[in-house]
């Protein structure tokens, strides 16, 4: 484990204090926990990349596809999931069908037993005395890293992916993004020295604040966030990258960024987490169809992490610079890799791919 630190050796309260760069090296050890976008190197988002793709090439034929299968068949996966999804859910559940791990879910709270005032944590911890991983989505932020901390003090810890948590942190959806951006970028120098934009509700839109962190690893990426005022990116954001350096704009002019961007990252209104009517800021401004089709640079990619409202017309679905359906799909392959690293059987796909 690096630095060797274990969860299993410090207080809670401890824990929750440390900066987030510094809790990710808690999540790295045996079993390595998925929770928060600062805990990645950019040497493992190039493995993870490089094992997305093996995992896709070689599911393509039936005896690979029977290969991957065999992998993870004595495993179990616990899906719970305390707020809606239909992307993350589903791809995560494919991912474990791909690698041949079963799945059991909770995807409404009111069919568990915390309707009978069981506590969460009470909830987790019977989830894994059934399952050898948990993938979790919950509106509380920091749930998830409470869940990991608390499953290395039960003597059943296991490995805990989180699927999204309260505003703060979405870490597999900023990996699929990178995923996307990757490959978007193969064939002009990759991810180094672009120019990304944010646009929409950077405030809670968790995707946004784990895969600006996750930039920070790119050499001379320049961040465009481009957002109504009150719904512009958090300080703490804005903090790690004045820390890593990272250079970056904040903007309510959208038209000026569209030009300049390599990729577009289009965010929907989070309404749901509205306190003082924040929402209402929203702005036809921070939209893209196909009258900005020509603005744009040949090259760019549109990103989204889904749903969409109207920020993306759908008449520039079919544009080869859309990429967000198959930015979606790439989190069902980005995900397969995630829960086979996770599990320590990433060698096995290299291996077979090597000789493939
Ligand atoms: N699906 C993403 C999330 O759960 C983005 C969104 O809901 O707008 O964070
Ligand atoms: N991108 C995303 O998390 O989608 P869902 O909310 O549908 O899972």
Sequence with gaps: MADGKKLRDIAWKDFK??????KGTYFQGTPPHTLIAQQFTRKQLEELCTLATRIKRINKRR?????????????????????????????????????GLDTMDVRDTKTSSEVKGESPEDTIRTFSSYADMIIMRHPKGGFAERVAWMLAHTGREIPVLNAGSGSDQHPTQALLDIYTLERSFEDIGGVDGKHVAFVGDLLRGRTVRSLAWMLTLYKDVTLHFVAPEALQIGQDILDLLDEA???????????????VADAIYMTRIQDEWDEEGESSTESSDYHIGAEHLDIIKDTCAILHPLPRRKEISTDIDNDPRAVYWRQMRNGMWIRAALILQSFGRDDEVNKYYDDY
Excluded: W
Aim: contains cysteine.
């Design 17 to 22: 204090a440390l900066p987030l760069t510094e």
């Design 63 to 99: 005896a690979g596809a029977n290969f991957l299968k065999g992998l993870l068949s004595d495993k179990r996966a616990m899906l719970y999931f305390a707020q809606p999804s239909s992307r993350t859910y589903l791809s995560h559940n494919a991912a474990c069908q791909i690698l």
């Design 245 to 259: 350096g990272t250079k970056y704009e904040v903007t309510q002019d959208f038209a000026s960024v569209m030009p």
